[in-house]
């Protein structure tokens, strides 16, 4: 769950500290919800998927994120925190020098997972995403909505207490688009609370869902 008190953010500190770019934003989105997150360029979709994943600290105000209060969260229990949530990053951030493979595997690795168990979930979650015949590649091999896909699967494999997606159909056709969301929502139905930003219109009108959106760092709607 991700629950936020009139949160604010700006970048920077103290004497380098910039323009406020999120003003007092509230919201809340119960475990296993889903939300489509809008808004035109520049206004905070980023930002706000950043302070959720615990990349930056809101400047005021409380966010909760599942149960805990991260104003008063000591630092040594964010990283376990942070493993539980999934994110699709819009530049992708797969890690260059490791394989689609690997990329999939690592938060498996990470938790410790068994190397059989990993290898069968691994090339299970790259079929779904119609990359096997890719396990080996290395992004640079792979075309943009390859590495999008490959960066979806990562982000899924752990079945994470919480998604966070930035626009993570950026590089996809429709029927993969479709693919994706078929598998977001059943993440959804097993209790990962979902943020999807987006400016895909038309994938939204399929998937109707209650709505986020930012302007100029405002939430205009939450409906
Ligand atoms: N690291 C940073 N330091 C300072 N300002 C930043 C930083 N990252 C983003 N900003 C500013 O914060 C504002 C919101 O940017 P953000 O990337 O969150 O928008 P967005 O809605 O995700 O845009 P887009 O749809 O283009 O990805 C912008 O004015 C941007 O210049």
Known sequence: MIRLEAVSLRYGAGRAAQAEVLHDLSFHVPEGGFRWLTGPSGAGKTSLMRMIYLAVRPSR???????????????????????????????????????????????????????????????????????????????YELSGGEQQRVAIARAVINRPAMLLADEPTGNLDDAQAERLMQLFQELNRLGTTAIVATHNQSLMARYPARTLSLDSGHLVQDE
């Open 61 to 139: 105000g409380r966010m909760i994120i599942q149960g805990k209060d991260i104003g008063r969260a000591e630092r040594r229990q964010l990283p376990r925190l942070r493993r539980r949530i999934g994110v699709v990053f819009q530049d992708f951030r797969l890690l260059p020098h490791l394989t689609a493979f690997d990329n999939v595997a690592l938060p498996l690795r990470i938790a410790g997972r068994p190397e059989g168990q990993i290898r069968a979930d691994v090339m299970e979650m790259l079929r779904w995403v119609g990359l096997a015949a890719k396990i080996d590649s290395h992004p």
